[in-house]
């Protein structure tokens, strides 16, 4: 399995950004797949997962409104859609992908399947 992240940079507060997490090596519409964000110092925080299953959706109170995350499995590829970006959303940004639901009854599962190697989003003027 394979995950590979795009679409990163820097943007100024307000703009937008659309995150991209390619998958490979695995039954695309089986899987469920997520987002966290890691700012050193911090804890690893869980941000919007999506069921490939069910095709339901969640999100972090932090970014609810702001976020959507979307899959296309023609692309075999989850999207980030990020808007109205603050400075609190700068990270970097990891694709998860797991068989099992990325985020149940309140709790975001750490133990995934396999992690992408991230990429960086700053937000700053």
């Known amino acids: 399995v394979q995950l590979v992240e795009s679409g990163g940079g820097v943007v100024q507060p307000g703009g937008s950004l659309r995150l991209s997490c390619a998958a490979s090596g695995v039954q695309f519409e089986d899987y469920h797949f997520g987002w966290f964000r890691h700012v050193p110092g911090k804890e690893r925080e869980g941000v919007a997962w999506?069921?490939?299953?069910?095709?339901?959706?969640g999100y972090a109170d932090s970014v609810k409104g702001r976020f959507t995350i979307s899959s296309d499995n023609a692309k075999n590829t989850v999207y980030l859609q990020m808007d109205n970006l603050t400075p609190e959303d700068t990270a970097w940004y990891l694709c998860v992908t797991d068989p099992r639901q990325i985020w149940w009854r309140g709790i975001w599962r750490q133990n995934v399947a396999r992690w992408g190697q991230g990429i960086q989003v700053t937000v700053s003027s």
């Open positions: 999506i069921s490939n299953v069910d095709g339901t959706t």
